[in-house]
Structure formats: structure tokens, C-alpha cells
């Protein structure tokens, strides 16, 4: 059975930056069949994909965070991360990590879902 | 961007009634891959529908999905206590853009 857990600050100061982890458990994240992604939940809103990471390097970005946003994965822990800079009180949320099953092909995806989901990690940006 | 539109904001039904949930794309959802999800408080999205109306497993046979192009619905035929929470749909667009509806609020009547 696929787990992961999110881990990191929950604390980051205006204009820092963010970085959470993601432990995978049951699964490699090398695992050819899925991609891996980070989504918020900013308080009260909806939910926002944020990017997605594959293990031979191909990722994607949410455009309206792109410039602010780095993901990338260390395959000896099986941990992916999420890296957000010029944080500001709007990037206050609840971040899940999750395994994203594709279709189509790695290269050219058709289509994408999320299953299983972490249990969350709150970062609140604030003095 | 497509732009998920959920119907309606709060549905207030009973124990045993039969619920309908819809979401409405701001343009055809390309092959259909329009996803569904279940969040209780404090806890995280599970995923119940993938591929508009391909269960996910586990998931109890009440649950179901259907639809195609800009409109979809997911029903629920006979609600159990269990089952009220918040719902969201989710499209993958190319480039990718993903995005999730609003949501729709199930409350016990």
C-alpha cells in the first residue's frame, strides 16, 4: 500500500523560501508508471496544483507559480520535494504531496489524476 | 485555462436520498479525463471517479460518474452517513494545466 507524508517547516518568514518533502512509502518514485505532484489548499479555497515530478527529469509547472517554483526528487530516500520562493502570506496553505497516474505517454500526457494522496502539511508565511 | 464550474455551492440531502453533483468546463475536457474527489475536514482528497466514470478502487458501487465534453456529473444513488463532505472535480489540460472545480458542499439535512 502506496503512503506519503509531508514534511518540513511549518513556519516560513515573508519572502523566504518554502521547501517541504515528501516521503513515499510502498512505491519508488522511480516507478515508471506515475508521476509525483504537489497541490495546496490555500484557507477556505479550493484546491491548486502547484507542479509534477518524474523520476528521468521531465516536470511540470503550474504557470501562475512557475518562476517561484522548483520540484525535484532524491531517489536514494524516495522523497520528492517542493521549493517555493518570495514566499508571501498568500502562499499560506495546506500542502499535500501525491502520486499522479498519467495517460498516454511520459513525454506527451493526455490525462492525470491523483491517488493516494499525504495527509497534509500547513505552512503558514508570517513574521 | 479551463475553468471548472460546480453545481450546486451546497446540496442539503438526507440520509438514503439519491445525490447529484455536476461540473461544467469552460471547454471540452479533452479525452474525457475529468477526475472526481471526496474531502472530509482535516483530512486529505481521496480519489473516488477518474476517466468521468471509472471507479476507483475501493470505492462502494453507490458512487458514480458520467458525462462528457464541457458537462459531468457524479451521483450518488443512495447517500449514507459516511458520504457527506466536500466534492471536487479536477481536468488535466495540456501543457499541463490541471485544474479543480470549486467544489460542492453535501451537508445532512
Known amino acids: 500500500q502506496v503512503q506519503l507524508q509531508e514534511s518540513g517547516p511549518g513556519l516560513v518568514r515573508p519572502s523566504q523560501t518554502l521547501s517541504l518533502s515528501c516521503t513515499v512509502s510502498g512505491d519508488p518514485i522511480t516507478d515508471k508508471h506515475y508521476y509525483w505532484s504537489w497541490i495546496r489548499q490555500r484557507p477556505d479555497k479550493g484546491l491548486e496544483w502547484i507542479a509534477n515530478f518524474y523520476y528521468s527529469g521531465n516536470s511540470h509547472y503550474n504557470p501562475s507559480l512557475k518562476s517561484r517554483v522548483t520540484i525535484s526528487g532524491d531517489t536514494s530516500k524516495n522523497q520528492f520535494t517542493l521549493k517555493l520562493s518570495s514566499v508571501t502570506a498568500a502562499d499560506t496553505a495546506v500542502y499535500f504531496c501525491?502520486?499522479?497516474?498519467?495517460?498516454?505517454?511520459?513525454?506527451?500526457?493526455?490525462?492525470?489524476?491523483?491517488?493516494?494522496w499525504g495527509q497534509g502539511a500547513l505552512v503558514t508565511v508570517s513574521t | 485555462e479551463i475553468v471548472l464550474t460546480q453545481s450546486p455551492g451546497t446540496l442539503s440531502l438526507s440520509p438514503g436520498d439519491r445525490a447529484t453533483l455536476s461540473c461544467r468546463a469552460s471547454q471540452s475536457v479533452s479525452g474525457n479525463y475529468l477526475a472526481w474527489y471526496q474531502q472530509k475536514p482535516g483530512q486529505a482528497p481521496r480519489l473516488l471517479i477518474s476517466e468521468a466514470s471509472n471507479r476507483a478502487t475501493g470505492i462502494p458501487d453507490r458512487f458514480s460518474g458520467s458525462g462528457s465534453g464541457r458537462d459531468f456529473t457524479l451521483t450518488i444513488s443512495r447517500l449514507e452517513p459516511e458520504d457527506f463532505a466536500m466534492f471536487y472535480c479536477?481536468?488535466?489540460?495540456?501543457?499541463?494545466?490541471?485544474?479543480f472545480g470549486q467544489g460542492t458542499r453535501l451537508d445532512i439535512k
Open positions: 501525491a502520486r499522479a497516474i498519467f495517460s498516454g505517454t511520459t513525454m506527451v500526457v493526455a490525462g492525470m489524476w491523483f491517488d493516494p
Open positions: 479536477q481536468q488535466y489540460g495540456s501543457s499541463p494545466q490541471i485544474t
